[in-house]
């Protein structure tokens, strides 16, 4: 690092600009690269990669540096977390900086109370140490602090992920398979792939691992009728679609046109013709009701707090506050209880999130199932070992970065057995058993 110069003041500023948080700090840090668009490729990852650790250690950088400036959390980033010694840093450090940067890598973390060494605020470490106990909670607030990894889905309906993956490895990519996912592929590194050949062709997609999981939790069939109730962007749309062969219909709903217009030139380059995508106004959308009770799975990825993404989105733990919390979780069950009436007899609901805070996770899901009994919890342990996926985490999928490498993820599998004759119901599940595992055939 010391024998190239760093753009450091050009980082500065952008931290300077992120810092507020008025808005996501990606379309923050999206726009500076805009407004400045004679900064090389190395000089953008330099720059995005200061501004996400500061973000990412904000916290106990802030206490380290004692009267924090952006300036002062860039260099004490670049001291305590990247490991620049004081040789290395001399020709960025001004005036007083000389003296400061010793003691802020002297800093004694382990002496600051838990929030501080989670680099959370003080509420979040309360809830954290709630639901997971101080040792788990330091290695999963350790594990968020890291940047995840590049994770790609197979499109499975136009490729092979042996083949996919040799062709990445040919092209110097350190590509492996996800360990879980049956469509999953991991980079080691963070390649351009948005002019890559096979991305344009539809060979496969940016998706997280454990959000593929969510797909093979719905293990929708071939032919049936299917909705992705909060579809945003689509990225678990177009794998729902792959593994029903493109046949039956798929309904993707959003209120967002910003987030569904994204889904257009995805779905371009996907293949599939299986695939409706459709603007809705709220959860009582009419358009919604027309289909009620004719649907055979609806996923429920609800909007929620997006702390199990911290690696990716580190400026959520210190947008999010309690209050927000308590707002997501009326919209939450508002949400799922409008899914579930979309639901057919014997049909399937799965609740999922990406927040790790039980309010947001089996709370909802323990008071819809108390208000709807028609509605029964099955394990999702067992749903994904009948398609030969090992993640053993008990009735509900847990998936965090800690234990599973994937953001953190929760979802709820729960099948309507209204007015379904037991003989019907036996039927179905071993249709269901049969469907999941032709499903991972063909991934």
């Known amino acids: 690092m010391a024998h190239t110069p760093l753009p450091l003041e050009t980082a500065i500023t952008a931290l300077r600009t992120v810092l507020p948080l008025e808005a996501p700090a990606d379309v923050l840090l999206s726009r500076f690269f805009r407004e400045n668009p004679a900064l090389g490729a190395k000089d953008r990852a330099f720059i995005a990669e200061l501004v996400f650790g500061v973000l990412r250690n904000l916290r106990s950088l802030d206490t380290a540096c004692g009267k924090p400036t952006p300036r002062l959390l860039a260099i004490a980033w670049l001291a305590r977390i990247q490991g620049m010694n004081m040789r290395q840093l001399e020709p960025y450090l001004r005036g007083p900086e000389l ?18 060494q989670w680099d959370v605020p003080d509420w979040l470490a309360e809830r954290l140490a709630a639901t997971f106990g101080e040792a788990d ?12 990894p590049l994770d790609l889905r197979v499109n499975t309906i136009l490729a092979k992920r042996d083949e996919l993956l040799a062709t990445l490895n040919a092209a110097g990519m350190t590509a492996e398979a996800t360990p879980y996912s049956p469509a999953g592929i991991r980079l080691a ?21 454990g959000s593929q999981l969510l797909g093979y939790l719905v293990a929708p069939k071939r032919g049936e009728m299917v909705v992705d ?29 910003k987030r569904l217009a994204k889904l257009k030139p995805r779905l371009k380059r996907s293949g599939l013709s299986n695939i409706t995508p459709q603007l809705i106004t709220s959860e009582h959308d009419s358009r919604i009701k027309r289909l009620t009770g004719k649907i055979d799975r609806v996923l429920v990825d609800a909007p929620c707090s997006g702390l199990g993404t911290l690696r990716r989105n580190p400026d959520l733990k210190l947008r999010q506050n309690p209050e927000s919390v308590a707002e997501l979780t009326v919209k939450q069950a508002s949400i799922l209880a ?10 399937r609901l799965v609740y999922a999130t990406c927040s790790l805070l039980p309010e947001e996770n089996e709370n909802i899901v323990t008071a819809f199932l108390a208000a709807n009994p028609q509605f029964r919890l099955k394990n999702a342990a067992e749903v994904l070992k009948n398609q030969q996926i090992n993640v053993h985490t008990g009735e509900y999928l847990r998936l965090n970065p800690a234990d599973h490498g994937t953001d953190g993820f929760f979802a709820a599998v729960m099948e309507n057995e209204t007015a379904v004759p037991a003989k019907a119901r036996k039927t179905a599940a071993a249709k269901t058993d049969t469907a999941e595992a032709v499903a991972v055939d063909a991934a």
């Open 99 to 116: 003296d400061q940067v010793p003691a802020i890598k002297a800093f004694d973390l382990a002496a600051q109370p838990l929030a501080v």
């Open 229 to 257: 109730f909060c579809a945003g962007a689509g990225g678990k749309t177009l794998l729902l679609g792959a593994l029903m062969h493109s046949t039956g219909r798929l309904y993707a709903f959003d209120v967002s046109e």
């Open 338 to 347: 409008a899914a579930a009436k979309l639901v057919k007899p014997g049909g």
């Open 137 to 148: 909670a330091t290695r999963l607030t350790a594990a968020l602090r890291r940047p995840a």
């Open 189 to 209: 590194d963070k390649p351009a792939l948005n002019k890559y050949k096979p991305f344009l062709a539809g060979h496969f997609e940016v998706q997280d691992e």
